[in-house]
């Protein structure tokens, strides 16, 4: 181990021993992961917090909000839409306030202090803890680990010399492992990563995931069918952490991408940008995704660009598998 990933595992015990974690009297699932990087915990958020109200409980999701310009506990939603802005509530954070109606969305770096307020307005939730793997100042009940197939653990090594944000023997705490990607991982792959996982914890199940798509979505809200996009040339931009599998959902659905810019992840958007996006594209459509989406409201867009809407699919056992632990 190098001398700055040997500081950053210090750092990090220090910081376990000093966090006193907190229980909320209610139930807390947590969806997370253990490396730098996109596994899809966004979608994955999304897609449990909805199965859990067809389940007829009455989930709310405690988020961070990364990047989020305002630093304050306060309700990004109350299940019927944003109630600040994408900028003041963080670009993951203010997309599941948009899609999650009826499910309220609390962002608070304090995920117990956020969880205390959301009790205030709604006595019986399923907290649902987004990217809370390694927030320990809240108790859990249920401990979600995403894993991306394509990359599971980098060179194996901790931040900042690696991908790690903590020891791969962290994985023991983990209550449902989540192999993620999987649509375009060889069997191989994902056996390999199923057989060293259950190494380090082989009391978790292990499902595996994968990005469905389901409709584009233009500036306005509106929908069309992925059908539209068949054999269409397209530029594509991105700021997320990971572009390659996005740009590899496109191919599957026919399209041509015929250039692409790819920005930092969490990228704040400027009007130059747009301008810029627009002259390359030279005509052609543009799509991006949801996430990139809503940090565009505020700018002058053109009418031809698009997010490609996806859906995290997993198992059908996972969801009977966490919905029997609550109980």
């Not at 991306?148 to 492992?177: C, Q, S, W, Y």
């Not at 990563?193 to 409709?215: C, G, L």
Request: hydrophobic content about 40%; aromatic content about 8%.
């Amino acid at each position: 181990m190098g001398l700055f990933s040997f500081i950053y595992r210090i750092g990090l015990s220090c910081h376990k021993l000093i966090s006193k974690p907190h229980k909320l009297p209610v139930k807390v699932i947590s969806i997370g992961n253990i490396t730098l990087g996109g596994t899809g915990k966004t979608p994955a958020v999304i897609s449990v917090a909805k199965a859990a109200k067809n389940h007829g409980l009455s989930p709310c999701i405690l988020t961070r909000g990364y990047k989020a310009k305002s630093g304050d506990t306060c309700f990004i939603s109350k299940g019927e839409g944003p109630l600040i802005s994408a900028a003041d509530a963080g670009d993951e954070a203010y997309l599941m306030a948009e899609i999650l109606r009826g499910i309220p969305v609390v962002k608070g770096k304090n995920r117990y202090e956020a969880g205390l307020l959301a009790l205030k307005e709604y006595p019986a939730p399923v907290f649902i803890l987004d990217d809370g793997f390694q927030h320990w100042g809240l108790q859990r009940d249920i401990d979600i680990v995403l894993i991306d197939a394509t990359n599971p653990f980098g060179n194996k090594r901790l931040f900042p010399e690696g991908m790690l944000r903590e020891p791969l023997t962290a994985l023991k705490r983990a209550h449902v492992i989540i192999i993620t990607k999987s649509d375009i991982a060889q069997a191989e792959s994902i056996a390999a990563i199923s057989q060293e996982v259950r190494k380090i914890n082989p009391d978790a199940p292990v499902f595996t995931a994968f990005h469905k798509p389901v409709e584009l979505v233009d500036t306005a809200g509106n929908t069309t069918e992925l059908k539209s996009l068949m054999n269409k040339k397209v530029y594509v931009f991105t700021g997320i952490a990971s572009n390659i599998y996005f740009e590899s959902l496109l191919r599957t659905n026919g399209v041509q991408i015929i250039d692409s810019k790819s920005f930092r992840d969490h990228h704040s958007y400027t009007q130059k940008d747009i301008d810029k996006i627009k002259a390359d594209a030279m005509g052609l459509d543009i799509i991006t995704t949801e996430k990139d989406m809503v940090k565009l409201k505020e700018l002058n867009v053109p009418q031809n660009v698009y997010a490609f809407r996806i859906e995290f699919t997993v198992d059908r056992e996972f969801y009977e598998n966490i919905f029997r632990r609550l109980q």
